[in-house]
């Protein structure tokens, strides 16, 4: 039997309905071949990270059981990407996107190669990813990095809130 890991990844979007696309890509998540969602965050609105004026982003973070591989993962989240419309090339980097999913942990796994840098490179400096994880992950340590609690202290402050209940309802539902 392959290995089961705990995976989580970050979700973004600030396009076309942000929040409906973030709900709607939960259950795409949990299709994913010898893979499971077990737990998300609530929605987070916070500023683009961005040179180009923007919308906000709708953020959330998923917690994955997989037996993939971080590179089978990284394709399987792609393909979903692309399900939800998302163009990607080199002039579209800071770009506006309808869906980001990014690995921001893989386990206690620590990878850094020309495809996949785990722990995710950015997550340190992205309260957006980090008080999503908080929610859902309190004691995470993170490889290479330390606590939680210590990452979200250093990081630089960005305009975030977490979305009233609502939203949060809306995605229980899924
Ligand atoms: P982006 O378009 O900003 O989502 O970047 C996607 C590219 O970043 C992919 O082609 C990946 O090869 C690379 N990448 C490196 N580390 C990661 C990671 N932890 N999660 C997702 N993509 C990653």
Not at 38 to 53: F, G, K, M, N, R
Request: aromatic share 6%.
């Amino acid at each position: 039997m392959p290995k089961t890991v705990e995976a989580y990844i970050g979700i973004g979007s600030n396009l076309a309905d942000p929040q409906q696309q973030v709900i709607d890509v939960l259950p795409h998540l949990n299709q994913i071949r010898q893979t499971s969602l077990l737990s998300h965050s609530s929605l987070y609105q916070s500023a683009a990270v961005s040179d180009i004026e923007q919308e906000d982003y709708i953020n959330a973070v998923a917690c994955l059981s997989t037996s993939l591989r971080p590179m089978e993962l990284l394709l399987e989240l792609q393909a979903i990407e692309y399900a939800f419309y998302r163009q990607r090339s080199d002039e579209l980097k800071w770009a506006p996107r309808t869906m980001d999913l990014d690995i921001i942990l893989f386990g206690n796994i620590q990878q850094n190669d020309s495809h996949l840098h785990i722990p995710h490179a950015e997550m340190k400096n992205r309260l957006f990813v980090l008080m999503p994880l908080l929610e859902i992950a309190p004691d995470l340590y993170i490889p290479g990095l330390g606590s939680l609690s210590y990452l979200i202290q250093h990081a630089p402050q960005l305009r975030i809130n977490r979305l009233d209940r609502d939203a949060s309802n809306r995605l229980s539902e899924n």
